[in-house]
């Protein structure tokens, strides 16, 4: 197992929904945001499907999980610079369009780290999820080659790695021990999607105490990090499919 990239000047993190980067990779980059990291989200859908509420609009919804996508990357340490493609949530192709959008936003941002969805974990049923984890490894190939979209203005850009989060074969560790409250903090930005992933129905309870279902959401989250942590000896850790020489 591999542990602890150096710090990068820049990263990008491209996640199929809103939320999605928190869940992956939130406590990585807000430790590197801790050290100066310029962090960057790009989030290929709208979003406009994140709830089990039939009434709610989803143009509204699009709005208010965009503005819960910039807090989150506050809340991270970042400074909310997120890139919205806005593809319809549910149906988002990896697609020639939405490869060209993602190398733009790769030879435009230049990160020397880009984390994404792994497309090769087995037995995922959301296609969004699979497809935005094509267009990151397909986005870097046409941001690194200069003859793949020769109309844009952007010099070619190689970043330096690939994190791939919800790995299929985890074979890197990073050492978040001390950013678990950065990524709770910013998971906890999503109000609109506390209900339907997150199994919270109420945040606030009698005596200004936090409701038992928001302890039992950071548990959760907590002990997930606390288990990839042990094979190293950190007491919390992302765990990712790492590739270099991109
Ligand atoms: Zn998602």
Redesign the pocket.
């Known amino acids: 197992m591999e542990t602890n990239l150096p710090v990068p000047a820049r990263a990008l993190a491209v996640?199929?929904?809103p939320?999605?980067v928190e869940f992956g990779c939130g406590a990585t980059l807000a430790k590197w945001a801790a050290s100066g990291c310029e962090i960057f989200h790009l989030i290929c859908t709208d979003g406009s499907k994140g709830t089990w509420d039939p009434t709610y609009d989803p143009a509204e919804l699009v709005v208010t999980r965009r503005h819960e996508q910039r807090a989150a990357s506050l809340a991270l340490g970042g400074k909310g610079e997120v890139t919205f493609l806005g593809w319809p949530d549910g149906e988002l192709e990896a697609g020639l369009r939405q490869r060209f959008e993602v190398a733009v936003a790769i030879r435009r941002l230049k990160p020397e780290v880009v984390l994404g969805h792994d497309p090769w974990k087995r037995y995922r049923l959301?296609p969004?999820?699979r497809n935005a984890g094509f267009l990151v490894t397909d986005g870097i190939v046409a941001a690194r080659d200069p003859l793949f979209f020769p109309e844009l203005a952007d010099l070619p850009h190689r970043p330096r790695t690939l994190l791939l989060f919800e790995a299929d074969e985890a074979d890197h560790l990073e050492d978040v021990s001390a950013f678990v409250d950065a990524k709770l903090a910013a998971l906890l930005e999503h109000k609109s999607q506390l209900r339907s992933t997150m199994g919270i129905t109420a945040t606030g309870a009698a005596g200004g105490e936090e409701h038992l279902e928001v302890v039992a959401f950071k548990r959760r989250v907590t002990d997930r990090l606390t288990a990839q942590g042990l094979a190293e000896g950190f007491a919390a850790a992302e765990a990712f499919k790492r590739i270099d020489n991109l």
Do not use: L, T, V
């Open positions: 996640g199929a929904h939320d999605d959301h969004d999820h």
